[in-house]
């Protein structure tokens, strides 16, 4: 058995059946990480002595016929999310060596589910990025092509996945970080309802869009995932309290009568033919699986990238006044007090501080109405056009990201063309639906391209059903 090639839910099998062990599948996952990871650089920090003794405790458990549902599976952990007793920095200098004292709720879900913690894995610096490239310590590759990013801001656990370093992986996702590097990295990325799984103990980016997401190789294991760490808890105030569903048991593969929409402005002028070919392919195999295809509009698409950057630098400048060295991570010192906190606040990044700027403009007085307030209305818009669209169709489908992965460095020096990497994916997060991305083939290059299927409010099981369909066929 090649332990690194099975999926989370193959191995899951493989342990319940004693044919193989987690302490095995662990050190495979370990030893495939000192092999491939010097050239990929998905991890910050890999918590190897805690997994095999975490492993180990899987072990005994399993031998005593225990089926927790990620029993013995290593997971990795976007360095967003603090992890009791191993570094969580969210990919910034001004976080470096911060060992949180306590549990995120996904990481104590993850516990209880019995999965192995692997390590911690790279973000664009407070996942304010769309390629990696803005984190603190590093750029990750696509192990697709080592030349190219991985997308962001998620980019470590999506590279992780993909080069077999993780049977699956946590992210997050504010404007799209799971579900672009997902589609970059030719691998599948669930971003969920905003609420749907409690924020506790997520580094605070942008409140109103953050949301925790999953990573897997398969349709399968991203829902196996996602089960295991979704869930209402009263610490987080936009906690959903739903009904428990059965997410995998929702994984029939029939999708006859489904109506997808199709927005015409979601096939963007200057986006790759390519990405527009194998997009339409997919929908195309959605029809023939059953699905009827309905042309929608989403007429207010083309405002979503500016009213992001209003709201969700307008919040990142208000969530990041919270580091002042005197509570979290290093502190430089100064010659007073306000000093020490202006020397430690230059430890930010450069579009760490541009969010901070932007975001603190928008909201001071005599612009709050102009910039802020009128992205609120905007965003009311949005979330209005996804409404009426939900009143004709089940799904929507649309690509992930208009292009497929870029070279490190084409996009790193000019801001607007790194948010346009978005431009697909943020509207999702200003509306109250959920998507996904899921590998629709490759462009000339042999680089990924992601079929995104978004759902209304709380339908993860549908839009996750309808890319099993769709990856099965
Ligand atoms: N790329 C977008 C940004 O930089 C989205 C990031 C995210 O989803 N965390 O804000």
């Given at each position: 058995?090649?332990?690194?090639?099975?999926?989370?839910?193959?191995?899951?099998?493989?342990?319940?059946?004693?044919?193989?062990?987690?302490?095995?599948?662990?050190?495979?996952?370990?030893?495939?990480?000192?092999?491939q990871?010097?050239?990929?650089?998905?991890?910050?920090?890999?918590?190897?002595?805690?997994?095999?003794?975490?492993?180990?405790?899987?072990?005994?458990?399993?031998?005593?016929?225990?089926?927790?549902?990620?029993?013995?599976?290593?997971?990795?952990?976007?360095?967003?999310?603090?992890?009791?007793?191993?570094?969580?920095?969210?990919?910034?200098k001004?976080?470096?060596?911060?060992?949180?004292?306590?549990?995120?709720f996904?990481?104590?879900?993850?516990?209880?589910?019995?999965?192995?913690i692997?390590?911690?894995?790279?973000?664009?610096?407070?996942?304010?990025?769309?390629?990696?490239?803005?984190?603190?310590?590093?750029?990750?590759?696509n192990?697709?092509?080592?030349?190219?990013?991985?997308?962001?801001?998620?980019?470590?656990s999506?590279?992780?996945?993909?080069?077999n370093?993780?049977?699956?992986?946590?992210g997050?996702?504010?404007?799209?970080?799971?579900?672009?590097?997902?589609?970059?990295?030719?691998v599948?990325?669930?971003?969920?309802?905003?609420?749907?799984?409690?924020?506790?103990?997520?580094?605070?980016?942008?409140?109103?869009?953050?949301?925790?997401?999953?990573?897997?190789?398969?349709?399968?294991?991203t829902?196996?995932?996602?089960?295991?760490v979704?869930?209402?808890?009263?610490r987080?105030?936009?906690?959903?309290d739903?009904?428990?569903?059965?997410?995998?048991?929702?994984?029939?593969?029939?999708?006859?009568?489904?109506?997808?929409?199709?927005?015409?402005?979601?096939f963007?002028?200057g986006?790759?033919?390519?990405?527009?070919?194998?997009?339409?392919?997919?929908?195309?195999?959605?029809?023939?699986?059953?699905?009827?295809?309905?042309?929608?509009?989403?007429?207010?698409?083309?405002?979503?990238?500016?009213?992001?950057?209003?709201?969700?630098?307008a919040?990142?400048?208000?969530?990041?006044?919270?580091?002042?060295?005197?509570?979290?991570?290093?502190?430089?010192?100064?010659?007073?007090m306000?000093?020490?906190?202006?020397?430690?606040?230059?430890?930010?990044?450069?579009?760490?501080?541009?969010?901070?700027?932007?975001?603190?403009?928008?909201?001071?007085?005599?612009?709050?109405d102009?910039?802020?307030g009128?992205?609120?209305?905007?965003?009311?818009?949005?979330?209005?056009?996804?409404?009426?669209?939900?009143?004709?169709?089940?799904?929507?489908?649309?690509?992930?990201?208009?292009?497929?992965?870029?070279?490190?460095?084409?996009?790193?020096?000019?801001?607007?063309?790194?948010?346009?990497?978005?431009?697909?994916?943020?509207?999702?997060?200003?509306?109250?639906?959920?998507g996904?991305?899921?590998?629709?083939?490759?462009?000339?290059?042999g680089?990924?391209?992601?079929?995104?299927?978004?759902?209304?409010?709380?339908?993860?099981?549908?839009?996750?059903?309808?890319?099993?369909?769709?990856?099965?066929?």
């Open positions: 058995m090649n332990l690194t090639e099975l999926t989370l839910t193959e191995l899951r099998t493989a342990l319940r059946q004693g044919e193989t062990n987690s302490v095995a599948a662990t050190q495979a996952m370990l030893d495939r990480i000192v092999e990871d010097n050239d990929i650089k998905s991890y910050l920090t890999i918590t190897d002595e805690m997994a095999l003794e975490q492993a180990a405790a899987a072990d005994k458990r399993l031998a005593n016929g225990d089926q927790s549902p990620l029993l013995g599976v290593p997971i990795a952990v976007k360095d967003i999310i603090a992890t009791k007793g191993a570094t969580t920095t969210a990919g910034s001004i976080l470096e060596g911060f060992v949180p004292p306590y549990d995120a996904v990481v104590e879900k993850l516990k209880e589910a019995g999965a192995v692997l390590g911690k894995t790279n973000t664009d610096e407070f996942a304010m990025g769309s390629s990696t490239e803005n984190s603190g310590y590093f750029t990750t590759r192990p697709w092509d080592l030349a190219r990013v991985p997308g962001g801001s998620s980019g470590g999506a590279a992780a996945v993909a080069a370093m993780a049977y699956g992986a946590l997050t996702d504010t404007g799209g970080s799971v579900r672009q590097p997902a589609s970059f990295c030719g599948v990325g669930l971003r969920p309802t905003y609420g749907r799984i409690s924020r506790w103990g997520v580094i605070a980016f942008a409140s109103s869009l953050d949301q925790v997401g999953t990573f897997g190789r398969t349709v399968a294991d829902t196996a995932l996602f089960q295991a979704t869930g209402y808890d009263r987080d105030s936009t906690s959903l739903v009904p428990a569903e059965d997410f995998e048991a929702a994984l029939t593969g029939d999708i006859k009568g489904l109506k997808v929409g199709v927005p015409a402005e979601y963007v002028e986006m790759d033919a390519e990405v527009e070919t194998a997009v339409r392919a997919a929908i195309a195999q959605l029809e023939k699986l059953g699905a009827e295809i309905i042309e929608i509009s989403l007429p207010h698409t083309q405002y979503a990238l500016p009213v992001y950057y209003l709201i969700a630098p919040e990142a400048s208000a969530n990041l006044a919270r580091y002042d060295g005197i509570r979290y991570g290093p502190r430089i010192e100064g010659a007073d306000i000093d020490s906190v202006k020397q430690t606040r230059a430890l930010f990044g450069p579009e760490v501080k541009r969010r901070i700027m932007l975001g603190t403009y928008a909201l001071s007085a005599g612009y709050y102009e910039y802020y009128r992205a609120l209305k905007v965003r009311t818009l949005i979330k209005q056009d996804f409404q009426n669209a939900f009143e004709q169709v089940d799904v929507i489908a649309a690509p992930t990201s208009p292009t497929t992965a870029f070279k490190i460095g084409e996009r790193a020096d000019d801001p607007l063309s790194m948010y346009l990497a978005d431009v697909l994916t943020l509207s999702l997060n200003l509306s109250a639906s959920c996904l991305s899921v590998p629709c083939g490759f462009d000339s290059k680089l990924p391209i992601g079929l995104q299927l978004i759902g209304n409010t709380l339908q993860e099981a549908t839009i996750l059903n309808t890319a099993f369909a769709y990856e099965q066929a």
